[in-house]
């Protein structure tokens, strides 16, 4: 492990190796800590599915893909846009699509640099909500979302391993401002 400072940027099409490999790393990590038997965690086509996913994101218009790297490495990825169901309307809300780590990084402040990141992506869009969906097994995560003021928004799709998704709203309300966005490197503290 490098000890070179770690920064926020734009994912790119080179990327999406690395992208893809925190997001499996980090799933199979908390898919295990919910109790999901390692041999429902992945299919043998998993790798490709979630590549076609990161790749169609990091090339979309409607989407904001971004890396935390520490020296050339990616460690972490957050992808932000519309809601994908609906839920809320794109002129009021903006959806938290995925957020990962790499779980030997986790405890170190990316997840919540990535976040706010989130945040800064809903004001600069004069988004009011966040909504993201997360598995009511992960309690890591849930834990996170809540001290990052995320709330039940009643919703919940179906989930592996006979769990839900569980849909969380962020209402930013009144503290929602225009926030002057560089797009250029944001270093991680």
Not at 23 to 34: D, I, K, L, S, V
Not at 113 to 122: G, M, S, T
Not at 170 to 188: E, F, I
Request: proline letters at 6%; a positive charge.
């Amino acid at each position: 492990m490098t000890n070179s400072p770690s920064l926020i940027r734009p994912a790119r099409f080179g990327d999406l190796a690395a992208i893809v490999d925190v997001h499996t790393q980090a799933r199979a990590a908390y898919y295990q800590a919910g109790g999901l038997p390692g041999s429902e965690i992945d299919s043998p086509d998993g790798w490709a599915r979630r590549r076609a996913t990161w790749a169609q994101d990091v090339q979309s218009s409607a989407m904001t893909v971004l890396c935390a790297v520490q020296g050339t490495e990616v460690i972490g990825v957050v992808a932000m846009g519309p809601p994908k169901d609906g839920t809320g309307t794109a002129s009021n809300a903006g959806e938290l699509h995925r957020i990962h780590v790499r779980p030997d990084h986790w405890g170190r402040r990316i997840g919540g640099r990535l976040h706010e990141e989130f945040v800064r992506f809903l004001r600069d869009g004069s988004l009011e909500t966040g909504l993201l969906d997360a598995w009511e097994h992960n309690s890591r995560a849930l834990a996170f979302y809540s001290r990052h003021g995320w709330t039940p928004a009643g919703g919940r799709r179906p989930g592996p391993g006979g769990a839900d998704f569980l849909r969380l709203r962020l209402d930013l309300g009144g503290r929602v401002a225009a926030a002057a966005s560089s797009g250029s490197a944001v270093p991680l503290t």
